[in-house]
């Protein structure tokens, strides 16, 4: 009989996760227009993964996410975001694959991130983010 709902990658606890380091920065001059209206901005992000094995069984991640949105026109820093998320980890199988186990931990902690990165670009002052679902194509096994 076949499993229809069988966990096809690794099995993780999450044993601890919190912001390790955050950062939001908004230069604007107050003089200037409002600028949640304004559409003449570009976003810039970038999401960078520090994996650590700390024993046979227990790891941690730091999820580093930066964001910067500048003014087209007067390339201007309109506000700069950086959050360092850390989480810690056990796999409860002997047998793990370090790329899958990543994955699925960041599919566990990108919702936490996602939450504070929206949160703070909407009361910071500046530009409000929205952050798309991240896929992490986790692999079948």
């Known amino acids: 009989m076949s499993k229809v709902n069988e ?3 690794e099995d993780l606890i999450i044993i601890d996760h919190f912001i390790k380091d955050l950062s939001y920065e908004n ?6 227009k409002h600028i949640k209206d304004d559409k003449d901005h570009d976003i810039v992000s970038d999401l960078k993964v520090t994996f650590r094995r700390l024993d046979k069984k227990i790891f941690s991640l730091i999820l580093k996410y930066t964001l910067e949105c500048k003014n087209k026109s007067k390339n201007e820093i309109l506000c700069h975001l950086e959050l360092d998320y850390f989480g810690l980890f056990q796999v ?4 793990y694959d370090q790329k899958n ?3 699925h931990a960041l599919h566990l902690i990108f919702p936490f991130a996602k ?19 991240i896929d992490f194509k986790l692999k079948e096994n």
């Open 7 to 9: 966990n096809k990658v």
């Open 27 to 32: 230069p604007q001059n107050i003089n200037l």
């Open 92 to 95: 409860t199988e002997d047998k």
């Open 101 to 103: 186990l990543t994955k």
């Open 115 to 133: 939450e504070i990165v929206e949160y703070l670009s909407r009361k910071g002052g500046s530009i409000p983010v929205t952050l798309n679902h």
